[in-house]
C-alpha cells in the first residue's frame, strides 16, 4: 500500500499548498453568499473532480441552497481533451426558473462547460453560473470565463484535491503538478 508521502514523490512540485486552499474557499463562498442573498440556488457539483471542492465550498455558503450532481466528460483516461460532452450521470431534479452554479474542479479548454452551460439552459434555468477551482487560459479553446475562480495556473497537469490522474491522486490535499514521468511511462 502506498501511503500519501508516496503519492507526493509523484508530483514535480507542490502548486498549491492546503492553507492556500482554504483561504480561497472561504473567501468564495462570501462572494457566492453576498451575490445570492434571497436567492435559493441549486448547486451543481460535477462528479468526481470537484467534489472535495464542492464540499468545501458549499459549507462556506451562508445561504439555503439545493444539492446537485452531475457527472460529465469530455475527457478520456489520458491528458488531452476530445471535445465532446458525454453525460454519464445526469441531475436528479428540474432547473426550469432555479438559479444555478456549477462547481467544476478545473477549467482547461473549456469545451465541457461550454457545452454543458448551453444544455443547461436549454433546461430553462433561470440563470448558471459557473464556480471553479482552477483555471488553465493557456489552453483555452472556446470563449468561456468562470464567473468565480479560485486559482489561475500554468499550463501544467495538476493533480490532488479531487483532481485525478486515471483516478489516483484525489486525496491529496494539496494541488501539485504531476511529474511527467507518470503520464510518460
Ligand atoms: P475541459 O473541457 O478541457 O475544460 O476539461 C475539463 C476537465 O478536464 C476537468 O473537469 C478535469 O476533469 C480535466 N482536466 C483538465 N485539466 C486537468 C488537470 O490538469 N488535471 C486533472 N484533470 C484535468
Redesign the pocket.
Known amino acids: 500500500m502506498e501511503d500519501t508521502a508516496k503519492l507526493y514523490e509523484d508530483l514535480e512540485r507542490v502548486l498549491v499548498r492546503r492553507e492556500e486552499i482554504t483561504a480561497a474557499v472561504k473567501e468564495l463562498g462570501k462572494r457566492i453568499t453576498a451575490d445570492y442573498q434571497g436567492k435559493e440556488p441549486v448547486v451543481v457539483g460535477?462528479l468526481k473532480?470537484a467534489v472535495v471542492f464542492y464540499s468545501d465550498l458549499i459549507r462556506e455558503l451562508d445561504l439555503p441552497m439545493y444539492t446537485d450532481f452531475m457527472s460529465v466528460?469530455?475527457?478520456g483516461a489520458g491528458?488531452e481533451?476530445t471535445g465532446e460532452l458525454r453525460i454519464r450521470m445526469d441531475l436528479t431534479n428540474g432547473i426550469k426558473g432555479r438559479d444555478v452554479i456549477i462547481v467544476?474542479?478545473?477549467?482547461?479548454?473549456?469545451?465541457?462547460?461550454f457545452n454543458l452551460k448551453k444544455h443547461l439552459a436549454g433546461r430553462g434555468a433561470t440563470s448558471i453560473k459557473i464556480a471553479t477551482l482552477l483555471d488553465?487560459p493557456a489552453?483555452r479553446r472556446v470563449e468561456l470565463e468562470a464567473d468565480y475562480s479560485c486559482f489561475t495556473i500554468p499550463d501544467?497537469?495538476?493533480?490532488g484535491y479531487g483532481?485525478?490522474?486515471n483516478e489516483k491522486y484525489r486525496n491529496l490535499p494539496d494541488i501539485g503538478v504531476l511529474s511527467p514521468r507518470i503520464y510518460q511511462k
Open positions: 460535477i473532480g466528460s469530455s475527457y491528458t481533451s467544476e474542479d478545473i477549467v482547461d479548454t473549456g469545451l465541457t462547460l488553465k489552453r501544467a497537469f495538476v493533480v483532481l485525478d490522474y
